[in-house]
């Protein structure tokens, strides 16, 4: 494909440049993905009001999200393991969002780590926080993050316990893939000379940091245990003690919004 006219071409190309287990993590949702299916709908129903008679010659998209100027209202959300979908991908997703004035938000579980995103690109992203059992997992992580001038922190609240994804297990998605993965990998080999080549190859924000996890064997068996399924109000008021930058709560029901706003003023 020469020309990329919309989004549905950039899908197409991705689904064509990696292994068919990293498409499928990206394009799916856990269970029955009722809710995956849900959020699609949501967007594909938003609209662009069209304003007739009004002068267009001088247009601007400036505004501010969460106080800071951008010249895109956009936010690209944290994506879990993007460096595996393509070399350094978070370092290169930050990247683009600073060129086009966009915001940019890194996974707890990303390969390329706070630091690494940071020293890359010179520019302010926020940070996405998954509540662990391991509280001085999480102040280390926190800090790392402040001092790596993280401006906001965006607490994932729906994930005390992970949800099973249905194409996962099917495929057998993994960083240790079995052959049937590894014939994936065959399948694609500019993927896998570019993975080769790029020094990204961890979990950067994890692997050295929390405790026992050494190396990406350790990681697994940590990542099955890591989530706190006691997670509540309480823990996210530790949060607000422990950072003292802005939070985004994401993933929360309106209802508690009393709660919420309690909490994070």
Known sequence: MKTVTCVEDFRQLYRKRVPKMFYDY???????????????????NLRIHQRVGVDVSAISTDTEIMGKPVSLPTVLAPVGMLGIQYPGGEIEAAKAAKAFGAQFVLSSMSICSIEQVAEATRAPFWFQLYVTKDKAFLRDLLRRASDAGCSTLVVTMDLAVLAQRHKDI?????????????????????????????????????????????????????????????FSWKDLEWVRKEWHGQIIVKAFCTTKMPRLRAILV
């Open 170 to 230: 099917k495929n057998k998605l993994s960083i240790r893939p079995d052959f049937k993965g590894l014939l994936s990998y065959a399948a694609h080999p500019k993927w896998c000379l570019a993975m080769a080549r790029t020094p990204y190859k961890s979990f950067g924000n994890v692997v050295g940091h929390a405790k026992g996890v050494d190396d990406l064997a350790s990681l697994l068996t940590w990542a099955k245990d890591a989530m706190d399924p006691c």
């Open 26 to 44: 990206t394009e799916s949702g856990s269970y029955e993905e009722k809710t995956f299916r849900d959020n699609t709908e949501a967007f594909e």
